[in-house]
């Protein structure tokens, strides 16, 4: 169990990669912006808050979506977040991508999300980035633009059963990019998938 004092400098460093300056940073189309989209319960807030700092750092915008906009505090951090918009209010003819955001409450509460499923073929059909970290690729699986796509996910096997149904090519690795589709294994590739994601949208 993760102490109270390893969660409060956890928490910390993760406050100043977010709010940190911009360093010298590739810029950007203006206006080049993507969704974040957060469980209503159980999110993995250190995965939030450490790929926003990333996308921040590279002048790209951050919208948070949920299924509601009620406040929810993280599972790993404990840091409460509340999201900008719901996802019946995303348009994605107006953002540059989509990732969606693991722990438990994505299996509990975006696994079946259809608005979320039809949110992300628009974004794949667009060409625009569509990315998945920890157990969030089993949405991408279910929202069928997995098939033949190389794409890794936390390994147990009802994850891996999921993206292989949905005739993934399952690669155990710790982050794989195919074409516009990103995904990762688990937050120790965090860094590596946070990267990714920055260099796919200001291409």
């Known amino acids: 169990m993760v102490s109270l004092r390893t969660r409060y400098f956890s928490a910390m460093i993760v406050l100043t990669l977010l709010f940190s300056g911009c360093g010298g940073a590739t810029a950007p189309s203006p206006g080049t912006k993507v969704v974040m989209v957060r469980a209503p319960q159980y999110c993995c807030d250190e995965e939030l808050f450490r790929i926003r700092a990333v996308l921040k750092e590279k002048n790209i915008g951050v919208i948070i979506a949920s299924t509601t906009l009620s406040e929810a505090v993280g599972e790993r951090l404990g840091v409460k977040i509340k999201p900008d918009i719901t996802i019946l209010e995303i348009d994605i003819s107006e953002l540059d ?25 628009l974004a794949f059909a667009q060409n625009k980035l569509v990315a998945a970290g920890c157990n969030a690729p089993v949405v991408l699986a279910r929202a069928g633009v997995l098939k033949d796509r190389r794409a890794t ?13 949905a005739g993934a090519v399952y690669v155990n690795e710790p982050s794989v990019v195919d074409g516009n589709i990103i995904t990762s294994r688990d937050l120790m590739a965090l860094k590596d998938f946070a990267k990714a994601i920055a260099e796919a949208v200001v291409r």
Not at 108 to 118: A, G, K, P, V
Not at 153 to 165: A, D, G, Q, W, Y
């Open 153 to 165: 996910v936390f390994p147990n096997t009802e994850n891996i059963r999921e993206l292989k149904s």
């Open 97 to 121: 991508g989509v990732v969606i955001g693991s722990g438990r409450g994505c299996k509990d509460f975006l696994w079946q999300d259809e608005n979320l499923r039809e949110i992300v073929k």
